[in-house]
């Protein structure tokens, strides 16, 4: 089969073993879209894609990975902290579905109504978030400078994949493995002027009993014009989060580190891509006025 190999450009910084991370076009049977008219309706060209088994993946060098994974000691130190409430979530109805360049990559957008992301974002603050760096791309990591909550909470992750989000993955199977939920660790992040987050794959994560996180979800809490200032804000006029957002786009690479798409955050969408061995280089810009709110967790297989 006919592949092109990305170019390393550092070290594995996680600890696992390198792999070679590779992106072949018009890949085929390991992802199982099966068909049904939902589906051809939802995402009429979503192609199918050869995920590589462990024991057939050669070991070679590969391009900065970022598992998000918390240490358990993270995990308790951030479950400690009081817990602000959650928006209301309510389920979603005629949500619509955009595929991004013929690729696993696509956008929901409105998954989350004005009212829940404003929420979010309400509750993230009041938790108090913790700066985020790294050592960079000289020390095998990517550049990562941004603000980072990450909270258990089963329930939260449950709730959001049955409002609707469930129905876009029905018909794909991953190795013989469906969708089942989210992962339940929620992280959210802060992008403050002039912080970015260099490119970078997402990692996936193994988490027992055959679970294993194979999509990346963001869902953007401010961007397309969200920063509006309400009556109540206008008295907060040095506050930036209340700024329209400008910047703060993510972009994906192709293997010949070409863009493949550019998406710019607006308020509630939904954005989703594959992760671990077939995850495609990508970054998120800096930016340039407002703050970038975002909602991440990972589709689990099982």
Not at 118 to 147: C, I, W, Y
Request: proline letters at 5%; aromatic letters at 8%; a positive charge.
């Amino acid at each position: 089969m006919s592949t092109q190999s990305w170019l390393p450009y550092g070290p594995n910084p996680t600890g696992i073993s390198p792999g070679h991370l590779k992106y072949t076009r018009n890949m085929a049977s390991s992802l199982d879209l099966v068909s049904s008219s939902f589906y051809r309706a939802m995402v009429p060209r979503l192609p199918s894609l050869n995920l590589q088994t462990d024991q057939t993946r050669k070991r070679k060098s590969i391009p900065v990975k970022v598992a998000e994974t918390t240490t358990m000691a993270e995990r308790k130190k951030e479950d400690s902290k009081k817990k602000s409430k959650w928006p209301k979530i309510n389920p979603k109805k005629d949500l619509q579905i955009n595929v991004l360049k013929e690729t696993h990559l696509f956008t929901v957008p409105n998954f989350f109504t004005s009212a829940e992301s404003k929420g979010f974002v309400q509750a993230a603050e009041l938790m108090g978030f913790a700066h985020q760096g790294s050592l960079g791309p000289t020390r095998g990591e990517a550049f990562r400078d941004n603000d980072r909550i990450s909270v258990d909470d089963p329930v939260l992750a449950q709730t959001i994949w049955e409002s609707g989000l469930n129905k876009f993955f029905t018909d794909i199977k991953i190795r013989g493995k469906v969708a089942v939920g989210l992962n339940p660790n929620i992280r959210f992040y802060r992008y403050k002027t002039g912080q970015r987050f260099g490119r970078h794959i997402d990692e996936s994560v193994e988490l027992g009993d055959g679970r294993r996180t194979y999509y990346t979800l963001l869902i953007y809490l401010s961007g397309g014009g969200s920063g509006q200032k309400t009556k109540t804000e206008m008295s907060s006029q040095k506050d930036a989060s209340v700024e329209p957002l400008v910047g703060g786009e993510t972009v994906f690479y192709g293997p010949r580190r070409g863009v493949v798409a550019e998406v710019a955050p607006a308020e509630g969408m939904a954005l989703l891509h594959l992760h671990g061995d077939n995850c495609m280089l990508h970054e998120a810009r800096n930016v340039a006025k407002g703050v970038k709110y975002v909602f991440r967790s990972d589709v689990i297989f099982a």
